[in-house]
């Protein structure tokens, strides 16, 4: 039907909310994350946290990574051979714009997290002598 406003094609959607939201969303985790294992290595002098840190670090990163590919694969799928900009002018090109801002998102956490995991790992976590400086 021409000149529709809203598409009716629901496929998709799914990708779309995962590409656009996993990211972000592991980013929170191992940021929130990360803060109460500090806090548990430093209270408990826990010997295990550089190990459990460094597989969420690469597990959460993983997941980043996941939605940027799904998003790429569908926007791929459903931009076909058009440009970006005439993706974007049609009906339903909210789509497009959510899978290519979940692309961009996937890959920005990603990086996030990686960063914020090695500062963690490599940085001394808390103060021995019992002043916070």
Sequence with gaps: MRGRL?????RGLGAAAFAAGAGPA???LHFMGSYVLIALACTT????FGAVLVVATA???SLALAAAVVGYRE???TRAPQQLDLALNEPGGWRGFALTSGIALGLMSA???VLQGAASVMAPICSRS???P
């Design 6 to 10: 809203i598409s009716t094609d629901r």
């Design 26 to 28: 592991a980013w929170a």
């Design 45 to 48: 002098d826990w010997a295990g």
């Design 59 to 61: 597990a959460l990163a």
């Design 75 to 77: 926007w791929r799928r």
């Design 111 to 113: 990086l996030s997290i």
């Design 130 to 132: 019992g002043v916070i």
